[in-house]
């Protein structure tokens, strides 16, 4: 199946996509902001400038967007036009989040995932309390809000 848009306005579409202050992010923050946790955004010293870092805590959220990270869910579709690139490209994102995670994790350390999906189909409550838990007790060494299916 051809793209039903030029590649001009293809490559204006994409070019829109950011990486950093997405709307999922955005809510995310503002959520935890509000509970009264502080956090640094994008810190560039550690490996793969995080999305918030919880230095208190020795805590980090990822916020993944499930098209680029490949969560598995509905929103994880496959462009039909250069499957061969973008199949490349998905593979080199799943693995790259997987071994910034594992430095992470050697660096100390806790990392927990935030994907899109979830936090538009839970309630705020839902997974607003599950992020404060995993960023209070240390225990918790790990959160994957939403599960990856990958």
């Known amino acids: 199946m051809t793209d039903i848009v030029s590649p001009e306005v293809r490559s204006r579409m994409m070019s829109g996509i950011r990486a950093k202050d997405t709307r999922p992010e955005l809510i995310l923050r503002r959520a935890l902001h509000a509970l009264g946790f502080r956090y640094r955004l994008h810190v560039r010293n550690l490996p793969g400038k995080p999305d918030l870092v919880f230095p208190k805590y020795r805590a980090i959220i990822q916020v993944h967007g499930c098209f680029w990270h490949r969560h ?5 579709t496959n462009p039909t036009s250069n499957s061969e690139f973008w199949h490349a490209k998905f593979a080199r994102n799943v693995e ?7 430095q992470l994790r050697e660096l100390g350390w806790r990392v927990g995932t935030v994907w899109e999906c979830e936090l538009s189909k839970k ?3 839902s997974w607003i309390d599950a992020l404060s838990r995993f960023i209070r007790d240390e225990a918790l060494k790990e959160l994957d809000l939403g599960g990856a299916m990958r």
């Open 72 to 76: 598995g869910c509905s929103k994880t």
């Open 96 to 102: 790259r989040d997987r071994e910034i995670e594992r």
């Open 123 to 125: 309630s705020e409550s």
